[in-house]
Structure formats: C-alpha cells, structure tokens
C-alpha cells in the first residue's frame, strides 16, 4: 500500500470497523486522566463481535515494562493479526493518525515477545505491556521506489517522497530503509507511556541502548521502557527510523 493511501485506509476503519480479515469491530471512545496532571488521553476502546476475548487471557499481572513494537503492516491487518485465535496481542494499537486502539484491558496480558526472548516468553508477556506502532516497517529498494518486504510488487512510496522513510547503513540492521512515524504518533505513544507508567507505578526509565540485545538477567531485572530488539535478536523494532531522542525528550518535557 502506498503511503499517501493510509488515511483512507484508516479512516475507512475507523468508520466501519471492519479489520482485513472481516472482523467487525463496535467502538467506544474514552478519555482518561494522565496521572496527576492536568492532560488526558484518548483511547477506542475496540469490542469484538461474538468474541470470548479469545485473543488475551484473563489474568491480572504485575506490570514492570512498557515494550514498543511497530506492527510491520497496514491497520486493517494490524487489527487482524493481534485479534486472532492464538493469544499474541497486545492491549495497544497506535494507528498512524494518532488513534490509540485498545483491543483489551492492560490490566491482562497476551503473548507479544515471542519464542526465545530473553527472559522468557510468557514471564516476559505476562510483566510487560506491549505497545504496537502502525508501522510497515523495513523496506526494500527496487528501482527509484521503495517496497514492503513482503513484495517487490507493493509499492510504499519513491524516493523522492523522504518524509515517509528514513535510509541507513544497511549494515547495521540489514534493511537500508524504513518507513518513518507520524507527527501524531508520537504525540500518542508519549501520552499513552505517561499514562501507563503512573497507572501501573512503572519507573520512567528508558533502556540505554533501544536497538541492542539485553541477555536474559538484564532483561529480566530491567524495569521501565524497552523495545522488541532488546529481548530478540532476530527482531528489527522498534528500528532506526523511530526518532528515541525526540521519544526521551518528550517524556522528560511532558
């Protein structure tokens, strides 16, 4: 899908709630106080039809970790794969105009660092909330376009459109592309940590190193803010086209 054919796509699910896969989804919008400040947070709160919850267990768990991920695909199908019949979800969707989706309480878990993550899968899942960023992701040159991984078919945009990628030494994380965040993502992930680290007393502590590999200890004893490349090494997000500076700056300055 081509960058400039988001907004569309996202409106028309905000609008109908129908995922890529048929699902339909009935909305209810709520807005939260942040803390003890004076802000509030916007959520869509995301009801299933005919679903049991399926998609998330039921059980309440102590909170130490926010993990940020990015979705490596398109909302409708974002929404699809973390509601599916396998329990890997998370409570967080943040879509690319700012909409936080939430597909169920973070006060439950669902599995979200997968098989071999440092620290171990479900302990790993149960004590950390996983935000999903509405993100394509890598991307692959081919010709003067730049293509999702998936196929060299599906065009995301030319490179004379920068503001949707941003290039890198392949080298470092084997893609030379990604595609870039939204203004309006960042200003929801801000908010939506804020939110969760006051909600669930989680340090506002950032991991030092966003793209590198903690070992199973320093995984396991980290509290605060990390992301999928810290416990997974074959993992890519929260990748280099996420701005963690303007990130860090924005919860120091919130």
């Not at 992301?227 to 997000?237: E, L, M």
């Amino acid at each position: 899908m081509k960058a400039t054919s988001i907004p569309d796509h996202e409106r028309t699910f905000a609008l109908n709630g129908i995922d890529s896969s048929g699902k339909k989804f009935n909305f209810q919008d709520l807005n939260l106080q942040i803390g003890n400040t004076n802000q509030s947070i916007d959520f869509k709160v995301c009801n299933l039809e005919g679903s049991v919850g399926d998609f998330y267990y039921r059980e309440e768990t102590n909170k130490r970790k926010i993990v940020l991920h990015y979705t490596m695909g398109f909302l409708k199908g974002d929404i699809a794969t973390l509601t599916g019949a396998d329990h890997v979800s998370v409570p967080f969707v943040v879509a690319r105009n700012g909409t936080i989706y939430n597909l169920f309480p973070s006060k439950y878990w669902s599995y979200h660092l997968g098989p071999g993550a440092s620290g171990g899968n479900t302990q790993m899942s149960k004590e950390s909330i996983g935000i999903e960023i509405s993100n394509i992701g890598p991307l692959v040159l081919n010709g003067n376009n730049l293509t999702s991984v998936y196929s060299n078919s599906d065009i995301y945009c030319s490179l004379n459109e920068k503001q949707f990628y941003v290039a890198q030494n392949p080298s470092v994380k084997k893609y030379g592309y990604y595609a870039s965040f939204t203004n309006a993502q960042y200003i929801s992930v801000i908010k939506l940590v804020k939110f969760l680290i006051a909600k669930y007393n989680i340090p506002e502590v950032v991991v030092n190193d966003p793209a590198g590999l903690m070992n199973d200890n320093d995984f396991a004893t980290f509290s605060g803010i990390v992301t999928h490349t810290n416990c997974r090494k074959d993992k890519t997000d929260i990748g280099p086209a996420f701005d963690w500076q303007r990130f860090e700056d924005g919860l120091t300055n919130f």
